[in-house]
């Protein structure tokens, strides 16, 4: 029987996504069927839906693209997080008008690619009568039940890359430099990078810092003869007692928009050492580009096994990496609690015996 399914990518884009989208149309081509894209999220299924018949021809070539040929949206009347990551309930009256456009569409099957906002609302979308599966995807690498994310491994490529350059002008100035880096309330980004990429000192959110830790280990640089220092800090980083750092005023329909504790952070240790002290904000640009290799594969392994749990009529499921396979987990159990940085786990273990500072107000007693 030829079918007829759907693929649209919410959230943010990220490296990746079009090879997702092109293994979901060569597995779907081998079983001889139809895939339409959505365009902008779940907003693409309401009336007017905006659709784009995706085939062998107009995916050719997407594979080292970055961002989605489909566009993503992390607003809108479909958005399920609202504030500092608190999950919002869908009006079933809103779902129930975009799986009306799915039957009129003739579309059986929806492939949901995103991260916890996104799958938060493929669980809603299965939990009222459709057939769903999922991808995660999402740059932090904070979805429970799978072992990694694309885009994850493309944005610690993109913030390594800046650490390398920071660090030759850092050393040639005598200077400190902060680097900014997306991780609203997990760290994975700012952690592996900054190991990867030589950091002095890293800030995430799961460890509250103390100024005083950071300055101290500026200090104790100096004293070796270590003129420059490299400070990493996620933009979800926040000082013991204090709360995050927010550009603009909250709204009611979308999260709140972190950032400025690189500068914050910047300030602050001028004050205290004296040093002259830069700050580069990243931002976007982890975002943008094409994906690394190991992404490549990952999200074209993930494309393919969501076509494959439609055929198995194994819907409400999310496709997984579960080294060396990829399998089906339920998609509640990827969402409502975000997977965050261990902080006596074996990647913050190997940060501090690296002597890297965390900031941690532990090591003011050492």
Same mark, same amino acid.
């Given at each position: 029987?030829?079918? &007829?399914?759907?693929?649209?990518?919410?959230?943010?884009?990220?490296?990746?996504?079009?090879?997702?989208?092109?293994?979901?149309?060569? =597995?779907?081509?081998?079983? $001889? *069927?139809?895939?339409?894209?959505?365009?902008?999220?779940?907003?693409?299924?309401?009336?007017?839906?905006?659709?784009?018949?995706?085939?062998?021809?107009?995916?050719?070539? #997407?594979?080292?693209?970055?961002?989605?040929?489909?566009?993503?949206?992390?607003?809108?009347?479909?958005?399920?997080?609202?504030?500092?990551?608190?999950?919002?309930? @869908?009006?079933?009256? %809103?779902?129930?008008?975009?799986?009306?456009?799915? /039957?009129?569409?003739?579309?059986?099957?929806?492939?949901?690619?995103? $991260?916890?906002?996104?799958?938060? #609302? =493929?669980?809603?979308?299965?939990?009222?009568?459709?057939?769903?599966?999922?991808?995660?995807?999402?740059?932090?690498?904070? %979805?429970?039940?799978?072992?990694?994310?694309?885009?994850?491994?493309?944005?610690?490529?993109?913030?390594?890359?800046?650490?390398? &350059?920071?660090?030759?002008?850092?050393?040639?100035?005598?200077?400190?430099?902060?680097?900014?880096?997306?991780?609203?309330? =997990?760290? *994975?980004?700012?952690?592996?990078?900054? #190991?990867?990429?030589?950091?002095?000192?890293? %800030?995430?959110?799961?460890?509250?810092?103390?100024?005083?830790?950071?300055?101290?280990?500026?200090?104790?640089?100096?004293?070796?003869? &270590?003129?420059?220092?490299?400070?990493?800090?996620? !933009?979800? =980083?926040? /000082?013991?007692?204090?709360?995050?750092?927010?550009?603009?005023?909250?709204?009611?329909?979308?999260?709140?928009?972190?950032?400025? #504790?690189?500068?914050?952070?910047?300030?602050?240790?001028?004050?205290?050492?004296?040093? !002259?002290?830069?700050?580069?904000?990243?931002?976007?640009?982890?975002?943008?580009?094409?994906?690394?290799?190991?992404?490549?594969?990952?999200?074209? &392994?993930?494309?393919?096994?969501?076509?494959?749990?439609?055929?198995?009529?194994?819907?409400?499921?999310?496709?997984?990496?579960?080294?060396?396979?990829?399998?089906?987990?339920?998609?509640? /159990?990827?969402?409502?609690?975000?997977?965050?940085?261990?902080?006596?786990?074996?990647?913050?273990?190997?940060?501090?015996?690296?002597? @890297?500072?965390?900031?941690?107000?532990?090591?003011?007693?050492?």
């Amino acid at each position: 029987m030829t079918r &007829r399914i759907a693929i649209l990518t919410g959230g943010g884009d990220c490296p990746g996504l079009n090879a997702a989208i092109r293994g979901v149309v060569k =597995a779907s081509h081998g079983l $001889g *069927w139809d895939v339409v894209g959505i365009r902008c999220g779940f907003e693409g299924l309401l009336s007017p839906c905006d659709l784009l018949p995706l085939n062998l021809e107009n995916t050719s070539g #997407i594979l080292t693209q970055g961002g989605t040929i489909l566009g993503a949206a992390s607003s809108g009347r479909f958005s399920a997080k609202t504030g500092h990551g608190q999950a919002g309930q @869908i009006p079933p009256e %809103l779902i129930a008008e975009a799986q009306s456009s799915m /039957e009129h569409l003739g579309i059986s099957a929806l492939i949901a690619a995103g $991260g916890d906002g996104t799958l938060t #609302i =493929a669980q809603q979308f299965f939990e009222q009568g459709t057939s769903v599966v999922a991808i995660p995807k999402t740059i932090d690498n904070d %979805l429970q039940a799978t072992v990694i994310t694309f885009g994850f491994d493309s944005a610690v490529a993109c913030a390594t890359d800046a650490l390398d &350059r920071l660090h030759s002008t850092a050393a040639s100035h005598g200077r400190v430099f902060v680097l900014e880096l997306m991780g609203r309330y =997990a760290g *994975w980004i700012a952690v592996h990078a900054g #190991i990867a990429g030589g950091a002095d000192v890293i %800030l995430i959110p799961e460890i509250p810092f103390r100024y005083e830790a950071v300055a101290r280990a500026i200090e104790r640089r100096e004293a070796a003869g &270590r003129k420059f220092t490299l400070v990493v800090v996620a !933009e979800g =980083a926040r /000082e013991e007692g204090g709360d995050f750092a927010v550009k603009g005023p909250m709204r009611a329909d979308k999260e709140a928009q972190l950032g400025g #504790i690189g500068d914050q952070v910047a300030a602050e240790i001028k004050k205290r050492t004296g040093k !002259e002290t830069r700050c580069v904000v990243l931002g976007h640009l982890q975002r943008g580009g094409g994906p690394t290799t190991f992404d490549r594969l990952l999200a074209t &392994r993930y494309g393919v096994a969501a076509v494959q749990m439609i055929a198995g009529g194994q819907f409400g499921m999310m496709a997984a990496l579960r080294p060396p396979d990829i399998v089906p987990v339920p998609i509640k /159990e990827a969402i409502g609690k975000i997977r965050t940085v261990p902080p006596e786990g074996n990647v913050v273990s190997t940060a501090r015996a690296l002597g @890297i500072s965390l900031g941690a107000a532990s090591e003011l007693a050492s």
